[in-house]
T-cell receptor, first 113, second 114 residues
């Protein structure tokens, strides 16, 4: 299994509060991704990173920001959480030697009240 | 607009029989396709993939078929086992150099009955 951890695994927060989710990898892979999973939508890409300090937007990036100051860590921040951001968040990684295959972390379940 | 669609939300199959999961796509720029399996409270696990230059890829009990003209792919599992009960997602990418932005279908819940 790819060495990917996510923290926290579960979080309950209130509308309007900032939230940061962390993805940590031990594989030294260059590419990292954040997805959210919602019923009826499958997984949708929020942001991705192609190197330290190099990030770009995905399909559903509004309301989210990311940072990557080290190869191993990719942070997803909800500046002011809304109920529509209640979801399960997955981090994924991929390596240039096998670009197309992404390996996923265990997920963070976020509830915004 | 859903570029990747799995039109069957659920599928029930007898143990030992063949399971066939289907996926349709609309973007003709997609050139790489993957299937992921997901158990509750876990992340998706990569199962099998296929490049658009092929029409079939096989790995043990799992075979993926790609019909580019119909923009359709399917995953065959034979024989089906109880441990195959999970949600299956198909995904597609445009295969650019660099980060691969996967587009996922909605998922199909497969239940294998003893």
């Amino acid at each position: 299994d790819a060495g990917i951890t996510q923290s926290p695994r579960h979080k309950v927060t209130e509308t309007g509060t900032p939230v940061t989710l962390r993805c940590h990898q031990t594989e030294n892979h260059r590419y990292m991704y954040w997805y959210r999973q919602d019923p009826g939508h499958g997984l949708r890409l929020i942001h991705y990173s192609y190197g330290v300090k190099d990030t770009d937007k995905g399909e559903v990036s509004d309301g989210y920001s990311v940072s990557r100051s080290k190869t191993e860590d990719f942070l997803l921040t909800l500046e002011s959480a809304t109920s529509s951001q209640t979801s399960v968040y997955f981090c994924a990684i991929s390596d240039p030697r096998d670009l197309e295959t992404q390996y996923f972390g265990p997920g963070t379940r976020l509830l915004v009240l | 607009d859903q570029q990747v669609k799995q039109n069957s939300p659920s599928l029930s199959v007898q143990e030992g029989r063949i399971s066939i999961l289907n996926c349709d796509y609309t973007n003709s720029m997609f050139d790489y396709f993957l299937w992921y399996k997901k158990y509750p409270a876990e992340g998706p696990t990569f199962l099998i993939s296929i490049s658009s230059i092929k029409d079939k890829n096989e790995d043990g009990r799992f075979t993926v078929f790609l019909n580019k003209s119909a923009k359709h792919l399917s995953l065959h599992i034979v024989p089906s086992q109880p441990g195959d009960s999970a949600v299956y997602f198909c995904a597609a990418s445009e295969g650019n150099q660099g980060a691969q932005k996967l587009v996922f279908g909605q998922g199909t819940r497969l239940t294998i009955n003893p």
